[in-house]
């Protein structure tokens, strides 16, 4: 498995250093921003991450709207927004905008902050095989749809819900026997 990729996004340096002590681990690569523009930038260089966690105060722009942002350009990638001053608003808006995994309070808990993130990056796994999935049954959905245009013979009885197709053993069995008479009359029956 790949490392997972976090950006957190904060203008406070230390906030910044210190998010980045408490998530460091071997499977993660953690990146750092001070404003949206370089958030932004990262993650054009980048081609998105896993998790984006963002401070609700940017000096340019408020963490919704650059959560929000996110979600256009890279909407595979999760993000959390951590707030100082929470507000009921803040929050509906937050979820109903950004589409946020969560909503997080300054000051946070170290444990239960380190808890949250493993928690979304287990969910990041969840929808990246997820989609992988998807992708299987698309094509494997295409090559039934294929086999049955090149062999409309077959009929749609002889595949099950799930698009198996079921093979009669006792008509394979005769079939494999007409044969053997049609075009070896002389073989010995065994």
Not at 39 to 65: F, H, M, Q, W, Y
Request: aromatic residues 8%.
């Amino acid at each position: 498995m790949s490392k997972h990729s976090i950006l957190i996004v904060d203008d406070e340096v230390n906030i910044l250093h210190s998010l980045s002590r408490v998530l460091r681990d071997d499977e993660r690569e953690i990146h750092t921003a001070s404003s949206a523009p370089e958030a932004l930038e990262k993650l054009k260089t980048l081609r998105a991450v896993d998790l984006v966690i963002s401070d609700n105060k940017l000096p340019d722009i408020s963490g919704i709207d650059f959560l929000i942002k996110v979600k256009q350009l890279y909407p595979d990638s999760l993000r959390i927004l951590i707030t100082g001053y929470p507000d009921l608003e803040s929050v509906i808006r937050a979820i109903n905008n950004g589409q946020v995994y969560r909503f997080i309070t300054k000051p946070w808990d170290n444990e239960e902050f380190k808890l949250i993130i493993n928690q979304a990056l287990d969910y990041c796994d969840v929808l990246r095989d997820n989609r992988a999935l998807i992708k299987i049954a698309k094509e494997q959905a295409e090559a039934l749809a294929a086999m049955q245009k090149k062999y409309p013979q077959i009929p749609k009885s002889d595949f099950d819900k799930s698009g198996i197709y079921i093979i009669d053993e006792r008509r394979v069995s005769e079939t494999v026997a007409d044969f053997l008479k049609k075009y070896y009359p002389n073989t010995p029956k065994t």
